[in-house]
């Protein structure tokens, strides 16, 4: 039995948190790692932290799907409105 995770075991078993070098992000993606490595910068997937590249496994995820980087806040629920003659009865303040 081989002991040594393959490429799509530790596909599987990454978390959407993993915190990868391009190279390890590049090998991982079903492209040749050239062609994946230009598609993560082509993506803007590629992060600056302290003076090194690093790639989010979960940004890498949603750029696949075509949703958007999951540091983008979420767009906020317009408000509720509130039917008049329900809630607390009026009353005189003087």
Known sequence: MNATPTRRDLRLLLGVAAV????????LLPWRDADAREWLDRAKLVRRVDGR??????????????EEKANKPPAPEPPTRRRRGVGLPRVRLS
């Open 53 to 66: 590249e690093v790639v989010i496994w979960g940004d890498v995820i949603l750029a696949l799907r075509g």
């Open 20 to 27: 990868l070098t391009p190279a390890q992000a590049a090998e």
